[in-house]
C-alpha cells in the first residue's frame, strides 16, 4: 500500500523526528542510529539498524500517542479498560509501518542506507507476553480498538520472561528461558512516576472512625511497587494510538534499606528480591501445580495498580469517584484479573468512605466478564488458606459478597440449599476454595462466551444457576482476529490481489471480502489464487528446510495444525490418521493418491506429559515417514519447533488444509480457525467452538465436517464409552495403534509411548477412537476435492469471501454496542 501524508503535518514541518517521505525517514533512522544506539553506520551491527529504526517508526507515532492521550484527559469520555495477564501482541516493527502505511517509503529509506528491511523485520524479538488463543486475542481486540478509535488502555503485566522458546531435541520439547528484553525494547516506554503501592499479607483491624463509622485498615506485611510501562497501540491509518500499560514489579524503597546492620540489610535484599519476582515469569496454562501462591499475588498485583490508575486517572481530571462507572467500562478476559470485583470495592470503601450499597452498584456498573473455557479443571479456584495468608482484606470484602448474595438466593429459592451451595461463591464441598467464576459473575453486569455453541453451553452447564438468576446479564460475542496482522501484513500477495479485485477498503470492512464470491469461478482469477497460495507454499518451505533441514514439495497438500498442544485439540487424531495414511500408501491402497504434506506447530505445557508424548509421537512419525524413500513425493511429515506470532505469519497464509479438530464441546472459540479461513485454506473440523459458525458463514459445501456433536459426546459418556471397541471393530486403527505400542515410531522402544496408547485404549477421555473413522473418511473427501483444482480452488475463495464475520472489528463494535456502551471518538493532531 502507498504511503499516506500525515495529517495535520505540513511539509515544511517535516524533520527527521516525524517526516514520512523517504528523505526524512532516511535522516530520522541515521540520527536515532549515531544519537541513541551510539553507533556509527561504519560499525553498526544489523541489530543496531533494527533499532535505529524502530525509534525512527516510534518518532512518528508519538505525535498520535500525546494527541490521544490529551483528549481523552480532557474530553468527557467512557474509557474502556481491557484487563488481561496476558496480552500476545507479537512483532511490532512490521504492524506500526503497516498503520502508519510507511513500508514502502521506509523500503527505499533503507536500501538507500544499504540495508534490507526484510533483514531488520527477521530480527525483532517477539514479546511471548501469552499463552495462546487468550492472550492474541486481547492483542487483536487492542489493534481494533485502535483502529475504530476507541477510547481504550490494555492493562496487564510485563513479564521479563514470557513463555518459553521451544527447542526439539532428540524428538522431544526443551524449554528454553525467553530473555526477550535482553537486547533492550524499543517500543516501551517506562514511566517511573506512575506507580503505585500494592500490599500482601498481614492482617486487618476494625472500628469506627472519627464520625462513628465503621472502618477496617489491612495492615500488609509486605508492599511491592507497580511501576508503568507503556506500548503504543496505533490503529490503521488513523490519529488513534492507544497504551498498552503493563506493570513491572519493584521493591518498595524502605529505610532497611537505608540504614541496616549486616543481617537487616540481607534481609531487606531478600525483600527486595521477592518483591521484583512478581512480574519475572508468566505461567504456562495447563499446568498441574498452575495454582501456585505467586500466580495469585501477579494476579492481585496487576488489578491493583490498573484500578489505582483508573482512580488517579479521575482525580485528575477532577471527577468524584462516585462517576466511576461512567468514566470506564472494564472487561475481564477470563478470571484471571477477577480479583477486580474485591479490589474495586476495596478501594471504594476502604480507601475512599463509599458506602456499601453504592460501591457494589458502581463495581457491577463498570465490570464485565469474558470466559473462555468450560473445561472443569480450567476454572480458577483459589483455595481459603492462600488467598487468606496473601490477601486477607479482599478475602473479608469476598465473604461480605457472598453474605449478602446468599441472602437474596435464600429469598429467591427457599430452602433450595443445593442451589445455593452450587452458587456460593465459596466452594466448600472439600477443601474450602474461592470461585473466581462465580465472583466475576457476581460483580459483572454482563458475562460473555466467546462462540456461540460456547456461550450456549456456558449458559446451560457451568453457569446454569446464574443464567436462570439473571438471563439477562448472559451474551456472546464471537471472537475475532485482526485481518491488519493477519492478512495485509502477513499475506502481502494476497492483499494486493484483494486489493485489485475488491478495492482497498475490505483492510476494515472485511464484509467487503463477499465481492469475491463473483470471482470464484473465473478461470483467470482462479490461476491468480493458485499463485498467491503456490507463493506462500514455497516461503513456508524454505522456512521448513532452514529450520528443521526436511524439503518439502509446495504442490503437495499443506495440511497444517497450529495450536497449543493438548489431548482435547487432538493433535493424536491427526497422527493417528497419518498413521494409517502410511500403511495405505506403503501398500498402494490410497485412493486418490495425494501427495501431504502434514505440518504441525505448538508448545506443550512444560508438566503436561501427555502433550510432550503427543509432540514425541508427531517427531517419531515424521522420523519414519520423512526416511522412507517410498514415501518421496507422497508423503512428509514436519514439526515445526516454537510457534509463535512470527512464526504464525508465514504459516496461516500457506496453509491448504486447516484442522481445527478438537472434540465437540471442549474448544470455546478457536482463532486459528478464522486465521486460516481468512487466508484461503479449507477446514476440516467438528462441530466446536467457532467452527460452527465458520461453516454457517461458508457453507456446508465449502467445510469438511466430520466427528460427534456435543449432544452426542455427552450421550456416548452417558452410556459408558468403551474406546477398545472402536480398536476391535476397526482393522486400521487397531493396526495404527499396535505401530505406535510396537515402537515403530520410537526406534523399536515399545515403552514410550505406552502411556499414550493405553490411554487412549482405556480412558480416551476426548473420544479420539470414537471420532476416527469418520475423520479418516473425511480426509478421504478432502483428497477427491483436492484432485480437482477447480473446485478446490472455487471453495478456497469462498472461504476467504466469507471470513467478513470474524474480523475483530466485528467483535469490538459488538462490544462496544452491547457491553460497553461507547463509541469513538476522533483523535486530531491540530491540538499538539
Ligand atoms: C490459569 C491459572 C494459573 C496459570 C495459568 C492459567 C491460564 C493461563 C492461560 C489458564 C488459561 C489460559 C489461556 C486460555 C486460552 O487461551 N483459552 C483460549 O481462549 C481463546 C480466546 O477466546 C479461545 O479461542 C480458545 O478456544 C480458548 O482455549
Known amino acids: 500500500m502507498a504511503s499516506i501524508p500525515t495529517p495535520g503535518v505540513t511539509r515544511s514541518d517535516e524533520s527527521a523526528r516525524s517526516g514520512l517521505d523517504v528523505d526524512a525517514l532516511r ?10 544506539q551510539a553507533r556509527p553506520p ?20 508519538l505525535a498520535r500517542w ?77 489493534d481494533s480498538l485502535a483502529t475504530l478509535e476507541i477510547p481504550s488502555v490494555g492493562y496487564g503485566i510485563r513479564y521479563e520472561f514470557g513463555i518459553f522458546d521451544q527447542e526439539i531435541r532428540d524428538g522431544c520439547q526443551v524449554e528454553v528461558t525467553d530473555k ?21 499479607g498481614g492482617h486487618t483491624e476494625s472500628g469506627n472512625d472519627a464520625q462513628g463509622r465503621y472502618k477496617v485498615r489491612w495492615i500488609p506485611s509486605r508492599m511491592v511497587k507497580g511501576v508503568a510501562c507503556d506500548t503504543p497501540m496505533l490503529g490503521f491509518r488513523v490519529n488513534t494510538c492507544n497504551t498498552l500499560r503493563l506493570w513491572k514489579s519493584e521493591a518498595v524503597e524502605s529505610f532497611d534499606l537505608q540504614d541496616f546492620n549486616a543481617g537487616d540489610y540481607y534481609q531487606a535484599v531478600q525483600e527486595k528480591v521477592i518483591s521484583e519476582t512478581l512480574s519475572k515469569v508468566l505461567y504456562p496454562n495447563d499446568e498441574p501445580e498452575a495454582g501456585k501462591r505467586l500466580r495469585l499475588a501477579q494476579q492481585y498485583f496487576f488489578v491493583s495498580c490498573s484500578l489505582q490508575d ?51 452498584d458502581i463495581t457491577c456498573r463498570t465490570l464485565s466478564y469474558t470466559n473462555h473455557t468450560l473445561l472443569p479443571e480450567a476454572l480458577e479456584t483459589w483455595g481459603l488458606p492462600l488467598f487468606r495468608g496473601l490477601l486477607p482484606r479482599p478475602l473479608e470484602i469476598i465473604y461480605e459478597i457472598n453474605r449478602r448474595f446468599l441472602d437474596t438466593l435464600r429469598q429467591t429459592y427457599p430452602g433450595d440449599e443445593a442451589r445455593i451451595a452450587r452458587m456460593s461463591l465459596i466452594d466448600e464441598s472439600g477443601e474450602k476454595k474461592v470461585r473466581m467464576a462465580h465472583l466475576s459473575t457476581v460483580g459483572s453486569h454482563a458475562v460473555n462466551g466467546v462462540a456461540a455453541l460456547h456461550s450456549t453451553l456456558l449458559r446451560q452447564t457451568v453457569m446454569r444457576d446464574f443464567a436462570e438468576l439473571w438471563p439477562e446479564r448472559f451474551h456472546n460475542v464471537t471472537n475475532g482476529v485482526t485481518p491488519r496482522r493477519f492478512m495485509l501484513l502477513s499475506n502481502p500477495e494476497l492483499a494486493s490481489l484483494l486489493d485489485r479485485t475488491v478495492g482497498e477498503g475490505w483492510v476494515t470492512d472485511l464484509t467487503r471480502l463477499r465481492k469475491l464470491e463473483a470471482y470464484a469461478d473465473d478461470a483467470a482469477f482462479q490461476a491468480q489464487w493458485r499463485n498467491v497460495k503456490r507463493s506462500n507454499k514455497k516461503i513456508l518451505a524454505e522456512r521448513i528446510r532452514h529450520v528443521t533441514d526436511i524439503v518439502v514439495n509446495p504442490d503437495a497438500l499443506f495440511d497444517i495444525q497450529v495450536k497449543r498442544i493438548h489431548e482435547y485439540k487432538r493433535q493424536h487424531l491427526n497422527a493417528l490418521y497419518i498413521i494409517t495414511l502410511y500403511q495405505r500408501l506403503r501398500r498402494n491402497l490410497d485412493p486418490g493418491n495425494v501427495p501431504r504434506c502434514f505440518i504441525f ?34 508423503l512428509k511429515v514436519v514439526f515445526y519447533p516454537d510457534f509463535n506470532v512470527k ?15 478438537s472434540t465437540a464441546g471442549k474448544e470455546a472459540s478457536g482463532t486459528g480457525n478464522m486465521k486460516f479461513m481468512m487466508n484461503g485454506a479449507l477446514t476440516i473440523g467438528t462441530l466446536d467452538g467457532a467452527n460452527v459458525e465458520i461453516r454457517e458463514e461458508a457453507g456446508d459445501e465449502n467445510f469438511f465436517l466430520f466427528g460427534l456433536t456435543t449432544g452426542q459426546v455427552d450421550s456416548v459418556k452417558r452410556e459408558g464409552y468403551r474406546p477398545a471397541r472402536h480398536a476391535e471393530s476397526n482393522a486400521e486403527l487397531r493396526e495404527t495403534l499396535d505401530l505406535i505400542a510396537g515402537g515403530y515410531f520410537s526406534r523399536g522402544d515399545p515403552q514410550v509411548f505406552r502411556p499414550l496408547v493405553n490411554n487412549l485404549l482405556q480412558v480416551d477421555p476426548f473420544l479420539v477412537l470414537a471420532d476416527y473413522a469418520d475423520y479418516v473418511a ?26 467478513g464475520k470474524f474480523s475483530s472489528d466485528r467483535a469490538i463494535g459488538e462490544y462496544c454496542e452491547r457491553i460497553w456502551k461507547i463509541s469513538p471518538v476522533r483523535i486530531t493532531l491540530d491540538q499538539i
Request: contains cysteine; glycine residues 8%; aromatic residues 8%.
Open 66 to 142: 500525546a494527541a490521544t492521550i490529551l483528549t481523552y484527559a480532557a474530553s468527557e469520555l467512557r474509557v474502556a479498560c481491557y484487563l488481561s495477564a496476558e496480552f500476545l501482541i507479537g512483532p511490532q516493527l512490521g504492524n506500526n509501518l503497516v498503520n502508519l502505511g510507511i513500508e514502502a517509503n521506509v523500503r527505499a529509506a533503507l536500501r538507500e542506507l544499504g540495508q534490507d528491511l526484510d533483514e531488520l523485520l527477521a530480527l525483532e524479538e517477539e514479546p511471548g507476553l501469552g499463552n495462546g488463543g487468550l492472550g492474541r486475542l486481547a492483542a487483536c481486540y487492542l
Open 647 to 661: 512464526n504464525a505469519h508465514f504459516i496461516y497464509p500457506a496453509a491448504d488444509l486447516s484442522e481445527q479438530i
Open 310 to 360: 483508573m482512580m488517579r486517572l479521575l482525580d485528575l481530571k477532577g471527577e468524584p469517584v462516585t462517576r466511576f462507572a461512567d468514566m470506564f467500562t472494564t472487561q475481564l478476559n477470563d478470571t484471571h484479573p477477577s480479583i477486580a470485583v474485591a479490589e474495586l470495592m476495596r478501594l471504594l470503601v476502604d480507601e475512599r468512605m463509599i458506602p456499601w450499597d453504592e460501591a457494589w
Open 180 to 200: 526477550w528484553l535482553q537486547q533492550g525494547n524499543p517500543w516501551e516506554i517506562v514511566r517511573p512516576n506512575v506507580n503505585y503501592y500494592v500490599g500482601f
Open 601 to 634: 506447530g505448538g508448545k506443550a505445557a512444560p508438566g503436561y506429559a501427555m502433550a510432550k508424548l503427543m509432540i514425541r509421537l508427531i517427531t517419531g512419525i515424521a522420523e519414519v515417514v520423512n526416511n522412507d524413500p517410498a514415501m518421496d513425493g507422497k
Open 42 to 61: 561504519g560499525i553498526a551491527t544489523t541489530h543496531d539498524w533494527y533499532m535505529a529504526l524502530a525509534y525512527t517508526v516510534r518518532d512518528r507515532m
Open 778 to 803: 473425511c480426509q478421504e473427501r478432502v483428497s477427491a476435492a483436492w484432485l480437482d483444482p477447480v473446485r478446490w480452488t472455487r471453495m478456497s475463495i469462498l472461504n476467504t469471501a466469507r471470513s
Open 27 to 36: 535522516r530520522g533512522v541515521l540520527d536515532n542510529l549515531v544519537c541513541l
